[in-house]
């Protein structure tokens, strides 16, 4: 079954990680698990010069994505013109990461801007103070017309998982990304409950492994109809891949 991973990053990650991933890990990994494309972010936030890079190098497996900063000067034109310019095809905001809260009156800039362009936003999920889904649904109320996804849907504590599922339930522009979460069974209760178009399959190398996290979603015993949607459709859709 053709996978679609729709969170994985490149680039050298120091401090408490101690660890890279780079291009020839990222073809290998994909070769290994019949990943036909990869949504790609940076390392951190001024990191997008490697996605551009890595995109130029294979096209046929990535798919850029620019991590920003709501705050750092010229972060607008930045969007734009990775966006316009050297086709970029979502924009990430990792409000844990970048010290702010998701709900911020100043995210919403860059939100509408995303909308103008017609390209989703993923938003890290799952810890507090900065990115819990309740403040990313306030977000998503804000912005109705824009797709939001919760990367992580909650991440790996039980209560926070529930809390994506309840507001991606009561949002219908926000969607969920299951790299991390820590329940099969929560991922199949997004697909029934939240939507069967709304459930993205994910990794987040190189932080997780490709073979757990592609195992977790096959465990939901979901109908192979249903985890082609996860593992492929959904992203392939939302991307207009």
Not at 76 to 81: D, K, L, S
């Amino acid at each position: 079954m053709k996978i679609i991973d729709a969170h994985s990053h490149i680039g050298n990650f120091g401090s408490w990680a101690r660890f890279d991933f780079d291009i020839p890990r990222l073809r290998e990994q994909m070769a290994e698990f019949d990943i036909e494309k990869t949504l790609l972010t940076g390392a951190n936030c001024h990191d997008n010069d490697s996605v551009l890079a890595a995109f130029r190098e294979a096209p046929d497996l990535v798919v850029p994505v620019a991590w920003v900063t709501p705050t750092d000067p010229g972060v607008m034109a930045e969007i734009r013109r990775r966006v316009t310019q050297e086709g970029f095809r979502a924009v990430k905001l990792h409000p844990l990461f970048d010290a702010y809260s998701a709900d911020d009156d100043f995210v919403d800039p860059v939100i509408d801007l995303a909308g103008e362009l017609g390209v989703p936003v993923f938003v890290h999920s799952g810890h507090p103070p900065y990115s819990l889904p309740w403040q990313i649904a306030l977000l998503a109320e804000r912005h109705p017309a824009v797709p939001i996804v919760l990367l992580h849907m909650g991440h790996a504590h039980g209560v926070y998982v529930d809390a994506a599922l309840k507001m991606a339930r009561r949002h219908p522009n926000l969607y969920l990304e299951t790299s991390g979460t820590s329940m099969s069974i929560k991922i199949r209760e997004a697909y029934d409950t939240v939507g069967n178009d709304r459930v993205l399959f994910g990794i987040d190398s190189p932080f997780h492994e490709p073979s757990v996290e592609i195992e977790k979603t096959r465990a939901t015993h979901l109908p192979d109809a249903a985890l082609r949607r996860i593992y492929h459709d959904n992203a392939a859709k939302l991307l207009g891949l």
